[in-house]
């Protein structure tokens, strides 16, 4: 249950700091084009707010609402997720945003990706200026692979250069990614340069099987926590886990995803002592661990700089996590895709289970890119949405019927609402049925 609380401590806190960010991109634009904002709320309100404030002489109302789905800024003479229709169908007034030139109210409308945006940079130069840019050169790395890799050529030891002609550069998600959706792949084996291409289906296997594409270390037990299921066991120290129910899992980061599958159950382990294999019966517990920790080797690289050095640093980490998210957008709408989109559960359960700054900083900065590039997909309802039929009136320089943006924000909502009740319908599916 600490765990839990935690966790989502964390994912609130995290929440809070991405909304109110987005929200003064609108609001500090509205008020640069002297647009009035009636409402500036953290979570919605619907029916009451947990708090709300009005300063003396000001025509925005400060709150915070009991639903925490987001928040929102209510700007006048604009067709929202509030649906007020009513004050739409009042003469325009010249505080209103209806009555700005589609430019400025373009400028409105992005104001909140663009600051999400500039939060996540700001966050990554501040974890480089504070932890150092930590990586592993994956150009100098051998690598342990799946078996699915295995099976499409990959061999332990392998190095990796190129994916598509592209030089890689980092051990990260962006770079693997570029691997697994590559069609030829140059390797370094054993010395020698050679060229893989790989099979047509080999990105929807590992989307379909979950497993992870590769890591930089065995799965070696290091250390043995006392008293923990690893131990009644019997693992001991430098043993090699070589299966999980009859998975093969030559690599550390799959068997921690084989036993995430297995939580509060009995799994069977395949284990190479010495010159012996074993089998042996372990129970994984509510987090999806044994109690054991494996040996990772040092092969990483630590860069250190100054207040200026890590700004460009932590831009140039901002603009991978959103290329690495840009290239899994396609995949939202893939068979494997769907059943893999998760709510709040799914969010939080990517904190750690105890207070970890940078960790929490690092989650943050990337969903804070999450949130900037979701909000842009052109879908009513979210800003990408507005600032598509804005670009339509600047080039057509006519608006949209009114009738028309009405219904299409009622459509955008239902269909935000239904992707939400599914996300979080598919955490609680995964929490008691799997």
């Not at 799965?219 to 430098?238: C, F, I, R, T």
């Not at 294999?277 to 080797?297: D, I, M, Q, Y």
Request: net charge neutral; glycine share 8%.
């Amino acid at each position: 249950m600490e765990t839990v609380i935690i966790k989502a401590l964390q994912l609130i806190l995290s929440l809070s700091i991405l909304v109110i960010v987005h929200e003064c991109g609108h609001f500090l634009f509205a008020k640069l084009f002297k647009v009035r904002v009636e409402k500036f709320y953290l979570f919605f309100n619907p029916w009451f707010s947990l708090f709300k404030f009005k300063p003396r002489n000001s025509e925005t109302e400060y709150g915070i609402g009991w639903l925490p789905l987001g928040g929102y800024v209510k700007i006048a003479g604009m067709l929202d997720e509030s649906m007020d229709k009513d004050a739409l169908k009042q003469p325009p007034q010249p505080w209103e945003f209806r009555t700005r030139p589609a430019w400025q109210r373009l400028f409105i409308m992005v104001g909140g990706v663009l600051m999400n945006f500039i939060l996540a940079f700001f966050i990554y130069s501040m974890v480089v200026l504070a932890w150092g840019d930590n990586y592993i050169p994956i150009q100098k790395t051998p690598l342990y692979f799946s078996e699915t890799a295995h099976q499409a050529g990959f061999q332990d030891g392998d190095i990796i250069l190129t994916a598509d002609g592209t030089q890689l550069s980092r051990y990260d998600d962006l770079d693997l990614f570029r691997v697994i959706d590559a069609d030829n792949v140059t390797l370094l084996r054993n010395g020698n340069e050679i060229t893989l291409h790989l099979p047509a289906d080999f990105k929807s296997q590992f989307l379909t099987s979950k497993t992870p594409f590769a890591d930089i270390s065995v799965a070696q037990v290091d250390s043995v926590v006392p008293g923990s299921s690893a131990e009644k066991a019997g693992l001991q120290v430098n043993d090699r886990i070589i299966s999980v129910d009859e998975t093969t899992t030559n690599a550390f980061t799959i068997v921690s995803s084989q036993l995430s599958k297995h939580k509060d159950s009995d799994v069977k382990l395949g284990i190479v002592r010495g010159q012996d294999t074993l089998r042996l019966v372990a129970h994984v517990n509510e987090e999806g661990k044994l109690g054991f920790l494996s040996n990772r080797p040092l092969v990483g690289v630590s860069d250190h700089y100054g207040f200026f050095q890590s700004i460009p640093v932590g831009i140039g980490l901002g603009v991978r996590k959103m290329a690495f998210y840009v290239l899994q957008l396609k995949l939202v709408f893939s068979k494997a895709g769907i059943s893999g989109i998760g709510g709040f559960g799914a969010i939080g359960n990517l904190f750690p289970p105890t207070w970890d700054w940078f960790a929490f900083w690092m989650m943050t900065a990337l969903l804070s890119i999450m949130l900037g590039v979701m909000n842009l997909l052109p879908i009513p309802a979210l800003d990408g949405g507005h600032v598509m039929f804005l670009v339509y009136e600047v080039i057509t320089r006519r608006q949209p019927n009114e009738k028309f943006l009405e219904y299409a924000q009622m459509m955008g909502m239902v269909l935000l609402i239904s992707l939400l009740l599914y996300a979080n319908g598919m955490d609680v599916v995964r929490a008691f049925f799997h």
